[in-house]
T-cell receptor, first 114, second 107 residues
Framework: DVKVTQSSRYLVKRTGEKVFLECVQD?????MFWYRQDPGLGLRLIYF???????EKGDIPEGYSVSREKKERFSLILESASTNQTSMYLC?????????????FGSGTRLTVV | GQNIDQPTEMTATEGAIVQINCTYQ??????LFWYQQHAGEAPTFLSY????GLEEKGRFSSFLSRSKGYSYLLLKELQMKDSASYLC????????FGAGTRLTVKP
């Protein structure tokens, strides 16, 4: 089974802190994604990556950056955390093909910024 | 723009059948997906449609009409454990999700 592991299940950070959310997948997937999920808004794409050292902005990249130095690891960085970044963050990975390439999600990180 | 619309909430009775509809308008199309998400957990993949028609997988079926920008997820013989949110998603270059339909199954 594909496994996507997010380093923390719950995090509490202070406003202005730099926050790192880590995601690792173990099935050699090319594609990795970061979403945030908020009630009534569904999943919104922050950043994605189709290859090592490659990154593309999603719908809501402001206030975030990413790093993909190795194929299996995709990190989301909150440069200066703010209270409006309190959310559930979900990492996902998929194969490079489009045929049936559903996403496998990590268990999520619930981040609270105080 | 890109829109994926589905009802916010639905309620059904154990043992019954429920249909969750999804309409979409996206710039591209490489498949439509349904995910199940229990409260506090990650979404899990349920089904995938890329051609028009019905795909059946046990108690769950998913239908797609590309010309109408329409899909539905059909759940038969509902069980209490089916209480969850169901997310419709369309793949273009990446995956776009609807806000989800929260299904409550009552005894």
């Amino acid at each position: 089974d594909v496994k996507v592991t997010q380093s923390s299940r719950y995090l509490v950070k202070r406003t202005g802190e730099k926050v790192f959310l880590e995601c690792v997948q173990d099935m050699d997937h090319e594609n990795m994604f970061w979403y945030r999920q908020d009630p009534g808004l569904g999943l919104r794409l922050i950043y994605f990556s189709y290859d090592v050292k490659m990154k593309e902005k999603g719908d809501i990249p402001e206030g975030y950056s990413v790093s993909r130095e190795k194929k299996e690891r995709f990190s989301l960085i909150l440069e200066s955390a703010s209270t409006n970044q309190t959310s559930m963050y979900l990492c996902a990975s998929s194969t490079g093909t489009t045929s049936g390439g559903g996403y496998t999600f990590g268990s999520g990180t619930r981040l609270t910024v105080v | 723009g890109q829109n994926i619309d589905q009802p916010t909430e639905m309620t059904a009775t154990e043992g019954a059948i429920v249909q969750i509809n999804c309409t979409y308008q996206t710039s591209g199309f490489n498949g439509l997906f349904w995910y199940q998400q229990h409260a506090g957990e990650a979404p899990t993949f349920l089904s995938y449609n890329v051609l028009d028609g019905l795909e059946e997988k046990g108690r769950f079926s998913s239908f797609l009409s590309r010309s109408k920008g329409y899909s539905y997820l059909l759940l038969k013989e509902l069980q209490m454990k089916d209480s969850a949110s169901y997310l419709c998603a369309v793949r273009d270059n990446d995956m776009r999700f609807g806000a989800g339909t929260r299904l409550t199954v009552k005894p």
